[in-house]
């Protein structure tokens, strides 16, 4: 089975800092998404990551996807409060129809102010 | 819709009672996940349909969870004789197709089993 580890699991930092979170994946894939949940929501879909070097930028989240270390990061620059949410990365998995997400367990982050 | 739909958006059973979770996917979604997030946790896949045929429900946890999209657009996740430990958030998905795009979620129904 596909594991996904992510870390750190709370992260809690000061606005205008920057932070990366790390997605680590233990097998090929060559498919990643960043989520972002906040409290009682559903998920919402920030990037789809599909190769090897892929990296894109939204506002002050960059993501990025290296497929030989199985690796994904999601960089933080100059955290401001309304970044406070769980962030999910997820697999998909390596099936042919790549029909199942593997989720990591989430990093909650808390901007303070 | 403009999203993908979920009801109820909250359900309290008693245990060993029955209940039906509905899911609306986005309009010309061909995938429709159901997933399950225990609190704390990351979502954990239940099953996949692709239209009407339910291609994948390998994350289903026992006999008791049964899925249907007959009409490939509405689906119903059912629980039969619901467990404390069927208690969580359950989430649906639905995607143009099952890879390479991304998934869009619903808000969830929290089921509460008491």
């Known amino acids: 089975e596909l594991k996904v580890e992510q870390n750190p699991l709370f992260l809690s930092m000061q606005e205008g800092k920057n932070y990366t979170i790390y997605c680590n994946y233990s097998t090929t894939s060559d498919r990643l998404y960043w989520y972002r949940q906040d409290p009682g929501k559903s998920l919402e879909s920030l990037f789809v990551l599909l190769s090897n070097g892929a990296v894109k930028q939204e506002g002050r989240l960059m993501a990025s996807l290296d497929t030989k270390a199985r690796l994904s990061t999601l960089h933080i620059t100059a955290a401001v409060h309304d970044l406070s949410a769980t962030y999910f990365c997820?697999?998909?998995?390596?099936?042919?129809?790549?029909?199942?997400?593997?989720f990591g367990t989430g990093t909650s982050l808390t901007v303070i102010p | 819709g403009a999203g993908v739909s979920q009801s109820p958006r909250y359900k309290v059973a008693k245990r060993g009672q029955d209940v039906a979770l509905r899911c609306d996917p986005i309009?010309?979604?061909?995938?429709l996940f159901w997933y399950q997030q225990a609190l704390g946790q990351g979502p954990e896949f239940l099953t996949y349909f692709q239209n009407e045929a339910q291609l994948d429900k390998s994350g289903l946890p026992s006999d008791r969870f049964f899925a249907e999209r007959p009409e490939g657009s509405v689906s119903t996740l059912k629980i039969q004789r619901t467990q404390q430990e069927d208690s969580a958030v359950y989430l649906c998905?639905?995607?143009?197709?099952?890879?390479?795009?991304?998934?869009?979620f619903g808000q969830g129904t929290r089921l509460t089993v008491v």
């Open positions: 998905a639905s995607s143009l197709v099952g890879g390479n795009t991304e998934a869009f």
């Open positions: 309009s010309g979604h061909v995938s």
């Open positions: 997820a697999v998909d998995g390596t099936g042919n129809t790549g029909n199942q997400f593997y």
